[in-house]
């Protein structure tokens, strides 16, 4: 019988995190399709909470490797850990949550294994034994649907594409497997790890709501002035209020280099669009931004968009956005601003 792996990592926390919980909740769905038996492969310093958090998930088997050399991010003992659980598990299909840490082994591991990898899906469909991939291609132009022949196919699956699986604790018994990381394997160590602080403060993937400024808060106004600061206290205001996610155009955050009054708030970490990020978020409210094409291409995975511009001809205007509303974005945030003050008070 076929079995469909799910690679997780344990990482502080005892309860999985939401993107491995996604990749389960895609693997039990796989595996109930094809008739197949699912397997959970768990790689951490010790695994027996988390284990017992998935309890419930149907799995036959639940296979581990613990140990303090296998707590930090290394490709060298991760892909040593993920290649002892698949040896021993012997799947046909391997799931993992593409998160950076094992985004970076899944091509390894595959090679080792005699399989293929593909990372940056975003669907799994399982129908009459056969499993289907989605993937997008030119920064989420073109979407297509894959199918492997070689097994084992290791697929590293994006966050916020799956509903995560919810079930009942209970007691798993994880079985060890013995992963042998030779000495050069583990000589990386992690010291530490450096988030920029505007990152930590508006970079929030899980947000329901992602918040674009674009360039012209910095823009010269109907007064013949700029009013950055004010822009700034305005777009912080409102990201306090509602914990929305900040994204950016990239004419703006390219304007701290020309030396032109910019918002200190953002970095290129927020670049929204083709050479920025596709973040996924339920809603988008995008400001004093035009909308152009190589922008627009990062909202592909925004559900429901909305742009605020006083150019009724911008490129939000020409079908890439639900509602326009034409209007000076200072105006309208600083009525939004009061109205969310009035109802947090
Ligand atoms: C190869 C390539 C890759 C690119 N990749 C990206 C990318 O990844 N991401 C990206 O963002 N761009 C990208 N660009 C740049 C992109 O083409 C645009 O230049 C950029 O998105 C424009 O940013 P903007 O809309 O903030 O600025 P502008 O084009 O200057 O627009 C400012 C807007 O603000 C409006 N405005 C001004 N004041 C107000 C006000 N008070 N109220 C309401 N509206 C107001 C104006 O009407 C105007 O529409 C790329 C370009 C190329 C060539």
């Not at 076929?2 to 895609?26: F, N, Q, W, Y």
């Not at 399982?126 to 492997?148: C, D, F, H, P, S």
């Not at 596709?278 to 922008?295: A, F």
Request: net charge positive; hydrophobic share 45%.
């Amino acid at each position: 019988m076929d079995t469909v792996l799910i690679l997780m990592h344990v990482e502080k926390d005892a309860v999985p995190a939401k993107s491995a919980l996604e990749a389960l909740g895609a693997a039990s769905e796989v595996a109930n399709a094809c008739g197949a038996d699912l397997a959970v492969g768990l790689v951490g310093e010790s695994l027996q909470p988390a284990a017992n958090h998935i309890a419930g998930c149907g799995a036959s088997q639940f296979l581990g490797v613990a140990g303090a050399e296998f707590k930090q991010a290394r490709y060298g003992s991760d892909v040593a850990a993920a290649e002892a659980i698949c040896r021993a598990a012997k799947p046909t299909i391997v799931i993992a949550p593409a998160t950076s840490r094992w985004n970076r082994v899944v091509a390894g591991l595959a090679h080792r294994l005699g399989g293929r990898a593909d990372t940056h899906v975003t669907d799994l469909v399982a129908a009459n034994g056969e499993v289907k991939i989605t993937r997008w291609y030119y920064r989420q132009r073109m979407e297509a649907v894959l199918q492997r022949t070689q097994r084992p196919w290791v697929i590293a699956l994006e966050a916020g594409c799956h509903a995560p699986w919810k079930g009942d604790v209970g007691a798993a018994k994880v079985e060890l497997v013995t992963a042998t990381a030779p000495a050069a394997a583990t000589r990386t160590t992690v010291t530490g790890v450096k988030t920029p602080a505007s990152g930590q403060q508006t970079i929030r993937p899980d947000a329901e709501l992602l918040f674009v400024a674009g360039a012209g808060w910095t823009k010269k106004q109907a007064d013949g002035q700029t009013h950055a600061p004010e822009a700034e206290s305005l777009i912080r205001g409102f990201l306090q209020f509602t914990n929305a996610s900040l994204g950016s155009s990239k004419s703006l955050v390219d304007l701290s280099k020309d030396g032109q009054p910019v918002l200190t708030l953002m970095t290129h970490l927020n670049q929204i669009g083709q050479t920025g990020s596709t973040p996924r978020h339920l809603k988008g409210l995008s400001t004093c931004c035009h909308g152009e094409e190589p922008h627009a291409v990062g909202w592909r995975f925004i559900t429901e968009r909305r742009a605020v511009n006083l150019d009724p001809n911008c490129g939000w205007a020409r079908g890439k956005t639900d509602v326009l509303y034409v209007a000076d974005a200072f105006e309208v945030m600083r009525k939004v601003n009061a109205l969310l003050a009035a109802k947090h008070a």
